[in-house]
C-alpha cells in the first residue's frame, strides 16, 4: 500500500451461544494492509533466491518474510470456532477447536486444545495446531505442526 492510503481491517460473522455455554462462530476477515499472492509469490522468490547467502543478508530477508509486520500476512480469510465448556466428570474439561483458511493461496491452520482441571489448584493444559497448504504459505511459513502442554499449580 502506498504510504498515504487508508487500510480497511474488516471483520464480519455470526456467532451463536447455547445456553449451556457452547459457542459456535464463523467469521470473514478482510485486511487491505495484507499481501496478495503476486506478492506474496515475490517475497517466497527473494527468500529462495538468497537461501544460501551470508547470514548478515539473510537474517533480515527471513525475518521480514517470517513477520511482515501483520498480524495476518494475507488479504482475505474464513475463521471457525467451536468452544466447548464443562464437558466430562464434574464438568471439569474444556474443548476448543478453531479453524483459520487463507482465501489468498488456500493455506490454514488448525488448532485444538484442552482445559482440564485437576483440583481446585491444578489446571492442565494441552494445546497443537496442523498447518495445511504450500509450505511457504500464507499461514504455514515453513511449519507443519506444533504442540504445548502447560501446568499450573497454585497455592
Known amino acids: 500500500l502506498a504510504s498515504n492510503s487508508v487500510a480497511t481491517l ?8 447455547f445456553a449451556d455455554g457452547e459457542d459456535v462462530r464463523v467469521e470473514y ?9 503476486d506478492e506474496m ?11 544460501f547467502a551470508d547470514t548478515a543478508v539473510l537474517g533480515p530477508i ?6 511482515p509486520g501483520l498480524e495476518l500476512p494475507g488479504r482475505r480469510y474464513l475463521y471457525g470456532a467451536i468452544h466447548l465448556p464443562e464437558l ?5 474439561l474444556t474443548v476448543g477447536v478453531r479453524y483459520l483458511h487463507s482465501l489468498t ?8 486444545n484442552l482445559e482440564w482441571v485437576g483440583s481446585d489448584s491444578w489446571l492442565l493444559f494441552v494445546s497443537g495446531a496442523y498447518f495445511t497448504g504450500p509450505a511457504d504459505g ?18
Do not use: C, E, P
Not at 527471513?62 to 513477520?67: D, E, T
Not at 466430562?88 to 471439569?92: A, I, M, S
Open 88 to 92: 466430562g466428570k464434574k464438568d471439569r
Open 41 to 51: 509469490d515475490r517475497a517466497n522468490d527473494v527468500v529462495l533466491a538468497h537461501l
Open 29 to 37: 476477515i478482510h485486511n487491505d494492509a495484507g499481501y496478495t499472492k
Open 138 to 155: 500464507d499461514l504455514t511459513r515453513m511449519a507443519r505442526a506444533m504442540a504445548l502442554v502447560a501446568s499450573k499449580y497454585s497455592w
Open 62 to 67: 527471513l525475518s521480514q518474510w517470517a513477520a
Open 105 to 112: 493461496d488456500n493455506s490454514g491452520v488448525a488448532f485444538g
Open 10 to 17: 474488516g471483520v464480519a460473522g455470526m456467532r451463536y451461544s
